[in-house]
């Protein structure tokens, strides 16, 4: 069964320090992996999309990272900000079907 | 350039009635997505539209549609609504379809309450 787990379920930080988000999936073959920022009311916004081939794509403090050989992706975000308070989900697009594979989200509380 | 519209922004109808939301994407933009997020289930894939066509399909009861214009503005139609349907529905567009890798942008989304 094609499934995407994030771990942590949430997290809480203070605001400057680093943090990493993890994805886990079992979708295979796959097309493109995708994380989102969603904050509170709004609608996702993509932050990084890295196909099967690429193994990092950074998208200013956010770095994507892919190892498709463990089937595991991580979201590092640096130097944090409060505006980094958000919900981030990882989305994985089935090659087969071309179906999106959703996880459930981490969500993320930046504290001053 | 403007971004991705859904129209209302809220709607509240009655159990058993039908329900119909509107999206339109960004202007270009031929593939249409539909979503549906609740706290529990979080976003659940409920069709994507290109080119006028539907190309793919979640996994949700017959009472979920939609369809695709030739200016690529897509509608959602919920029919016998009921009480589980509550739920934020986002639409996103992008240049191409999903196994293309384009970037999907999201809409504000429309919130539905059923009572």
Redesign the interface.
């Given at each position: 069964k094609n499934q995407v787990e994030q771990s942590p379920q949430s997290l809480i930080i203070l605001e400057g320090k680093n943090c990493t988000l993890q994805c886990n999936y079992t979708v295979s073959p796959f097309s493109n992996l995708r994380w989102y920022k969603q904050d509170t009311g709004r609608g996702p916004v993509s932050l990084t999309i890295m196909t099967f081939s690429e193994n990092t794509k950074s998208n200013g403090r956010y770095t994507a990272t892919l190892d498709a050989d463990t089937k595991q992706s991580s979201l590092h975000i640096t130097a944090s900000q409060l505006s980094d308070s958000a919900s981030y989900i990882c989305v994985v697009t089935t090659l087969s079907s071309y179906k999106l594979i959703f996880g459930s989200g981490t969500r993320l509380l930046v504290r001053p | 350039k403007a971004g991705?519209t859904q129209t209302p922004r809220y709607l509240i109808k009655t159990r058993g009635q039908q329900v119909t939301l509107s999206c339109s994407p960004i202007s270009g933009h031929r593939s249409v997505?539909w979503y549906q997020q609740t706290p529990g289930q979080?976003?659940?894939?409920l069709f994507?539209y290109f080119s006028e066509t539907q190309?793919?399909k979640?996994n949700f009861p017959g009472r979920f549609s939609g369809r695709q214009f030739s200016n690529s503005r897509s509608e959602m139609n919920v029919s016998t609504l009921e009480l589980g349907d509550s739920a934020l529905y986002?639409c996103?567009s992008s240049l191409g379809?999903?196994?293309d890798?384009y970037?999907?942008?999201?809409?504000?989304?429309t919130r539905l309450t059923v009572t």
């Open positions: - | 991705v997505s979080g976003l659940q894939f994507e190309r793919n979640g986002l996103a379809a999903g196994q890798s970037e999907q942008y999201f809409g504000p989304g």
